[in-house]
């Protein structure tokens, strides 16, 4: 019970990556992990589309730095959109962190607990990654961009149906750097009543 809590509680952030590929043991146990999130009703609608190939990742890359380009923004813009535009226009910006692997999950987008069924199993995988040593990272931009027709005609040509709408990814590697920063949790959070 300790080792959950404290794996939970330990689970950070990776935004700097080695160029060396996780090996498909690791990859398989996250994954797994993932497929065994909740899902409402036990629907399990989830597809999770794992790229290592470097070429494919750069190219979704390429098309994310498009979509920021044409993206409108004004103060009333989410702040991470407006950050992400700004970090877009530079010529090393990856999305994705120059991770190895990226993990996207897709879910139906008739069913209406998508979103919650699809962010439970990506929290499943970004726990099994900490608990196995690795560097992982909730990614938004394939969420933001799924329907810009440069992202959307790639997401179709990995196999993500036309009817299904990216509800999350996550980068994945080995963790290049200084081990993260202790988490500064907010106050007043949490309301009991008994």
Known sequence: ??????????????????????????????LECGRHAPSGGNSQSWHFTVIQNQDILLKLNQYVKLAFEKLKIDENTYKSIRAGKNLSA????????????????SNDSNYSNAMADSACALENML?????????????????????????????????????????????????????????????NTVTIIK
Not at 5 to 25: F, L, M, P, V
Not at 128 to 144: K, M, P, R, S, V
């Open 1 to 30: 019970m300790e080792n959950v809590i404290e794996n939970i509680k330990s689970r950070r952030s990776a935004r700097r990556y080695t160029k060396q590929q996780i090996n498909e043991d690791n990859l398989n146990i996250i």
């Open 90 to 105: 530079k010529d090393e910006y990856s999305f994705y962190y120059n991770a190895p692997t990226l993990i996207i999950v």
């Open 127 to 187: 726990l099994a990654a900490n608990y196995l040593g690795l560097g992982a990272c909730w990614i938004n931009q394939l969420t933001w961009f799924d329907k810009d027709e440069n992202v959307r005609k790639v997401l179709e040509e990995l196999g993500i149906p036309n009817n299904y709408r990216v509800c999350g990814s996550m980068s994945l590697g080995y963790k290049d750097g200084p081990k993260s920063r202790g988490k500064v949790i907010k106050e």
